[in-house]
């Protein structure tokens, strides 16, 4: 487990692991022009459920970084550093072990430090092969760099970058369906080609690197960024979009993966019935540029992830909304109106 922290550490941090502190020198930041930090804190939910079932817990730091992490490059922030947190009613130094392993694993993909943590056990409280995992991390990104919906113009590009399966949200939802259907988590999924168990628990993708990397390329172009978790597509989207703007997002520009039509089939619903609760195959949306969107998104998909446009965002007041149900603005942000419309694509994207 050590081994795999210091992975994660570069000259700037000091002190190694142990202490009651991390400690990170920010030496570097004194070349900011007016340097902001970004900071976000979030856990796994109740996906730590089907690890502690399965007795697999390699995956669920990846859960937890990417929570966490991903929500910092949404304004354009760089991550410095990062630190975890686990409740649990027995240390069990081998399971502990593993999740640490994995938050530092995925701390070293996307370029976070992981300075410090913390593993307290709660007896009476928690069962004994029950734990809870949660993170905080902070970044740094120049005030003039900031992304956001300020940024946001009329006629910009809407596109989609596809998840790795169900992330970390909806679970609650998934465990219901299955209990309900009577099926447990070493059951086959004939359809998804593996136990239900090793399908829930794929790890969130990671979407850090790619976008720092695409904002620093395209500078400029890339106004605004969204991550898909709670609420689903259409709220995260209207987050970043300025009061007034409106999009709609075209349901059959994409296929949603076979575990999120499964899950439907067994609930018997439909996949539009769980769009506030499931990302159903988009794990972030970026508002572009339109003449820069064609190579944002070739650049994107040639680095390894899926990307297409679903949309465009209508701020012109000539451009008036339609009528219908709009999802306007989310989580106390007075943002822009955003509504899915069309059918699913039965087919891979």
Same mark, same amino acid.
């Given at each position: 487990?050590?081994?795999?922290?210091?992975?994660?550490?570069?000259?700037?941090?000091?002190?190694?692991?142990?202490?009651?502190?991390?400690?990170?020198?920010?030496?570097?930041?004194?070349?900011?022009?007016?340097?902001?930090?970004?900071?976000?804190?979030?856990?796994?939910?109740?996906?730590?459920?089907? +690890?502690?079932?399965?007795?697999?817990?390699?995956?669920?730091?990846?859960?937890? #970084?990417?929570?966490?992490?991903?929500?910092?490059?949404?304004?354009?922030?760089?991550?410095?550093?990062?630190?975890?947190?686990?409740?649990?009613?027995? #240390?069990?130094?081998?399971?502990?072990?593993? &999740?640490?392993?994995? &938050?530092?694993?995925?701390?070293?993909?996307?370029?976070?430090?992981?300075?410090?943590?913390?593993?307290?056990?709660?007896?009476?409280?928690? *069962?004994?092969?029950?734990?809870?995992?949660?993170?905080?991390?902070? *970044?740094?990104?120049?005030?003039?760099?900031?992304?956001?919906?300020?940024?946001?113009?009329?006629?910009?590009?809407?596109?989609?970058?596809?998840?790795?399966?169900?992330?970390? !949200?909806?679970?609650?939802?998934?465990?219901?369906?299955?209990?309900?259907?009577?099926?447990?988590? *070493?059951?086959?999924?004939?359809?998804?080609?593996?136990?239900?168990?090793?399908?829930?628990?794929?790890?969130?993708?990671?979407?850090?690197?790619?976008?720092?990397?695409?904002?620093?390329?395209?500078?400029?172009?890339?106004?605004?960024?969204?991550?898909?978790? *709670?609420?689903?597509? +259409?709220? !995260?989207?209207?987050?970043?979009?300025?009061?007034?703007?409106?999009?709609?997002?075209?349901?059959?520009?994409?296929?949603?993966?076979?575990?999120?039509?499964?899950?439907?089939?067994?609930?018997?619903?439909?996949?539009?019935?769980?769009?506030?609760?499931? !990302?159903?195959?988009?794990?972030?949306?970026?508002?572009?540029?339109?003449?820069?969107?064609?190579?944002?998104?070739?650049?994107?998909?040639?680095?390894?992830?899926?990307?297409?446009?679903?949309?465009?965002?209508?701020?012109?007041?000539?451009?008036?909304?339609?009528?219908?149900?709009?999802?306007?603005?989310?989580?106390?942000?007075?943002?822009?109106?955003?509504?899915?419309?069309?059918?699913?694509?039965?087919?891979? !994207?």
């Amino acid at each position: 487990m050590k081994s795999a922290v210091r992975a994660t550490h570069g000259p700037e941090v000091l002190g190694g692991v142990g202490g009651f502190a991390g400690l990170f020198d920010a030496s570097a930041l004194l070349g900011y022009r007016r340097p902001l930090l970004a900071s976000s804190t979030d856990g796994v939910g109740t996906k730590v459920a089907i +690890a502690q079932a399965i007795d697999k817990h390699d995956t669920i730091g990846h859960d937890l #970084v990417g929570m966490v992490v991903d929500d910092i490059v949404v304004v354009g922030a760089k991550p410095l550093f990062m630190t975890d947190y686990i409740a649990c009613g027995k #240390v069990v130094p081998e399971r502990i072990a593993d &999740i640490v392993r994995g &938050i530092a694993e995925a701390c070293e993909l996307t370029g976070t430090a992981l300075v410090g943590g913390e593993t307290a056990e709660h007896p009476g409280l928690l *069962g004994v092969d029950d734990y809870d995992v949660a993170g905080a991390a902070t *970044g740094i990104v120049e005030a003039d760099r900031i992304l956001g919906s300020e940024r946001v113009q009329d006629g910009d590009v809407v596109l989609a970058l596809a998840s790795s399966g169900l992330h970390s !949200n909806g679970y609650s939802l998934v465990r219901h369906i299955l209990a309900k259907a009577g099926i447990g988590y *070493g059951d086959r999924a004939a359809d998804l080609g593996t136990t239900w168990g090793e399908a829930l628990l794929t790890p969130t993708r990671l979407y850090t690197t790619p976008l720092l990397a695409l904002t620093d390329r395209f500078d400029g172009a890339v106004h605004s960024l969204s991550h898909v978790t *709670g609420g689903g597509i +259409a709220a !995260n989207l209207a987050r970043v979009l300025p009061r007034g703007s409106w999009a709609e997002i075209d349901r059959s520009t994409w296929s949603p993966a076979p575990v999120f039509r499964v899950l439907s089939d067994l609930a018997g619903t439909t996949l539009e019935s769980s769009e506030g609760t499931w !990302n159903l195959g988009i794990g972030f949306l970026a508002v572009v540029d339109a003449a820069a969107a064609p190579a944002i998104a070739a650049a994107l998909t040639e680095g390894g992830i899926d990307t297409w446009q679903v949309g465009t965002v209508r701020l012109d007041a000539a451009a008036a909304r339609p009528a219908g149900d709009f999802e306007q603005g989310a989580k106390g942000v007075d943002g822009g109106a955003v509504r899915l419309v069309g059918a699913y694509a039965d087919g891979a !994207n």
